[in-house]
């Protein structure tokens, strides 16, 4: 009987998983399809931009952006910010990240970006909120012990990034008193000849 209970929780488990990724991916083509839409939006408005330039060419008359296509930029602007939201969504949904220089999209970990090289910045904000949430969160006893390792985790990964920003403070201070002293006896020396 045990192994049919084993075998019973082990289908159930599979199935709540398999229900898990189908709604991310149903959640996720929802949100690219409403990218698309933005984006044919915001094209659309290029076209009537370049449509009124136009028109103002012929008339041989003057372009003045304030006036004339004011509205169509500020309408561009708030499109292109809800893209921006839904494509964050669409990256938590899949546990990535976007790299602030190239954009590519990275996993949450990397510290750098495979894609340039360029250091992803640490935001202890999500870290605080994350550690607020677990704090809040009821657990049954079995799982209490794993809720405090987590916990212990995540305020060990704070400790070691905060060092190393203190760490990468300090060399840029060492590194800023080396050019300081090279450039004074540099001077000395020129002063000298």
Known sequence: MDFFDKLGKKATQAAKVTADKTSK?????????KIGELKTQ???????????????????EDICIKKDL????????????EIDSLLKECLALKDKKQCKNCYKEIEKEDKFCPNCGEEQTYDPAKDVEILEELENTTVEEDNEIEKQIIMEDLEGEKRNQD??????????????????????????EDKKE
């Open 42 to 60: 915001i094209n659309d408005i290029y076209e009537e931009i370049g449509k009124k330039v136009y028109e103002k060419h012929i008339r041989e």
């Open 70 to 81: 004011e509205e169509q930029c500020t309408k561009i602007d708030v499109l292109s910010d």
């Open 25 to 33: 991916i149903a959640k996720e083509t929802k949100l690219k399809f």
């Open 163 to 188: 060092n190393e920003i203190e760490e990468r403070q300090e060399e840029k201070s060492n590194l800023e008193k080396t050019v300081e002293i090279e450039s004074n006896v540099k001077l000395e």
